[in-house]
């Protein structure tokens, strides 16, 4: 018995400072409502102290051991000096209350019990008023969480110290049997350790899948994962936009019931099990083409990636279904073939009459008179000039697809009117059964641009206009100022463009006729070169409906050299 007169007085001293040295290493640490929460059992050795020993001797023992379990856990000595500080405040506070308390109640060693409860709530009180004074100026944003904490930290730490009168009585008792009074601060402490790790592992886990679904979610293509009997389990994002079927429509739902005749088109219909069935690991990726169809009726075009999933028995448990758009890059490769085609025939149409009248020069050159001689030479410098101004374009088109913009527009104050005369009247000379007319309004400024490229573009314009209006129609152009900007249109009486086809005309080889049955020339580029010109020089190009059921009517934007406004011109050069 530690009270025993014969007993060594350091006995019960050096036996209490190991209790609360091993009580305080013992931490148990939960999650409390978002907050991580760390309980000790050190009131449990502090409670029997305040029970079994002198009270000078009960703060010095709670000193020592606080300071030898801090040291051993926190690395940091001003905590060390602080969190022992505030443990023999509270328990000389503590021994205080038990030493001058009456004998009344439940004793134990002579001591009462109810006051060594009363001893620990004060003890548990300035331990508390403690911290929060220390968070009110170190971290403010931290003392509303402890706040929370303080019921449940506060429950514990009383309920941990009546173990500890339960500990006293039987040391005094029955020490024998003291160390039973452990088993269940043992049982909660494992417990505890095991449900932090389960929570751990939750959180990890919860961790994994938020993260996995947000690359699921986030991925362009679109995700299938089909368990062995060909249920959806997954149905991200991207298939939702794809089909217009939400997740929670089709999952759990076998994907043979989604995926049906009507919403996919394919040679091989899936249904989880076609594939599963006969799968094995020699062969666990496949590729498919299908078509699904939107709800609302738009079709799309797929490439479908099945890759197996295979336990570790190798049984086929699931597929996984990766289906990518690839209506974009079917359509471009239909481009690329229409504009192989176009090229290929804008290339031969003039090398055909060069390659002939080179053979008759060579062949019977000094058998032609002057005439016949220069007739045939103008010929191949005419058709040389349309062939290089293919290759141009073709040249350009690369240029401006890696955006090198530096060298190719150079603007400054420029009058278009003369500009604009000139090349209306040279399509004049080309066209002479061809109206073709030019009015510029009164009091138009100059614009901020590069002349040779606005030449270009309004040739385009006008050469479109010409080629797909009869020729009996005349072909209008026109220049004037509004407000900041000089505005140039194009306009024609031709079979005007469908509303659909209003922007794709802007596109790289895309032309309204089929290659095959085209009746005018072109490769589809004079649009989109004259629109990124147009920016280039911080303008615009666009389509205007026109006035008439027919026709249509281009509008060229350049900016004005000198605003209305009376702003400074606008810096195109950078």
């Known amino acids: 018995m530690l009270t025993n007169a014969a007993a060594p007085d350091f006995v019960p001293l050096f036996a209490l400072v190991v209790g ?60 060390v000096s602080f969190n022992t500080a505030q443990a023999m405040v509270g328990a000389a506070l503590a021994a205080t209350i038990v030493h001058f308390a009456p004998p009344i109640g439940p004793l134990v060693n002579g001591r009462p019990v109810l006051f060594a409860l009363l001893g620990m709530a004060v003890y548990v009180a300035v331990n508390a008023v403690a911290m929060l004074g220390l968070l009110s100026i170190a971290e403010p944003n931290a003392r509303e969480g402890l706040v929370e904490q303080l019921p449940l930290s506060a429950s514990f730490s009383l309920g941990t110290a009546a173990i500890g009168v339960v500990l006293a009585a039987l040391l005094v008792l029955e020490p024998a049997l003291a160390g039973f009074v452990l088993v269940p601060a043992a049982a909660v402490y494992l417990a505890a ?128 279904i990766v289906v990518r758009d690839v209506s974009r890059q079917r359509e471009l490769e239909r481009l690329r073939g229409d504009f192989v085609a176009r090229v290929s025939h804008e290339l031969r149409t003039p090398l055909t009459p060069i390659r002939g009248f080179a053979s008759v020069l060579l062949r019977k050159g000094d058998q032609l008179d002057a005439s016949s001689r220069q007739d045939a030479l103008e010929h191949i410098v005419e058709r040389s000039d349309h062939l290089a101004a293919v290759v141009e374009d073709l040249l350009l088109v690369t240029r401006l697809d890696q955006h090198d913009l530096d060298d190719l527009v150079h603007p400054a104050p420029v009058d278009l009117q003369p500009v604009l005369e000139a090349t209306v009247a040279s399509f004049a000379d080309r066209e002479p059964t061809r109206t073709l007319a030019f009015t510029a309004a009164p009091g138009t400024g100059e614009a901020l641009a590069d002349p040779e490229r ?28 509004l407000d900041d900007d000089i505005c ?23 032309r309204l006729e089929d290659p095959l049955t085209m009746r005018t020339g ?13 920016q280039a020089m911080h303008g615009s190009l666009e389509l205007e409906d026109a006035a008439g059921a027919t026709g249509s009517k281009f509008v060229l934007r350049l900016p004005s050299a000198i605003p209305m406004h009376g702003a400074p011109a606008r810096d195109l050069i950078s």
């Open 193 to 320: 350790r095991g449900a932090r790790r389960t929570a751990d592992l939750l959180g990890r886990v919860r961790v994994d899948r938020d993260r996995l679904t947000r690359v699921v979610d986030g991925t362009t293509d679109g995700i299938i994962l089909l368990d062995r009997d060909g249920t959806i389990q997954v149905w991200n994002t991207a298939m939702e936009e794809l089909t217009g079927l939400s997740a929670e429509r089709v999952v759990s739902r076998p994907v043979s019931r989604v995926l049906t005749e009507s919403l996919r088109e394919g040679e091989t219909r899936v249904t989880g099990r076609w594939l599963i069935d006969s799968a094995h690991r020699g062969a666990q990726h496949r590729a498919l083409d299908a078509r699904i169809r939107h709800v609302d009726g738009r079709a799309h075009a797929v490439r479908e990636n099945h890759s197996l999933i295979f336990d570790d028995r190798g049984r086929c448990i699931g597929d996984v």
């Open 20 to 79: 609360v040295a091993v009580a305080e290493r013992v931490e148990l640490r939960f999650t409390f409502e978002h907050s991580d929460v760390a309980i000790t059992l050190v009131e449990v050795a502090i409670t029997a102290g305040l029970l079994l020993v002198a009270p000078t001797e009960a703060v010095v023992a709670t000193g020592l051991g606080m300071m030898a379990g801090q040291a051993s856990r926190v690395p940091d000595l001003i905590k």
């Open 522 to 534: 072109g490769v589809g580029l004079g649009l989109f070169i004259a629109r990124r010109l147009a």
């Open 488 to 510: 140039i249109r194009v306009i024609d009486s031709g079979p005007g463009i469908p509303r659909e086809h209003r922007e794709h005309v802007f596109e790289q080889f895309h």
């Open 454 to 481: 606005t030449r270009q573009i309004v040739n385009a314009l006008v050469d479109n206009a010409c080629r797909y209006s009869p020729e009996d129609t005349p072909v209008e152009v026109t220049l004037e100022q």
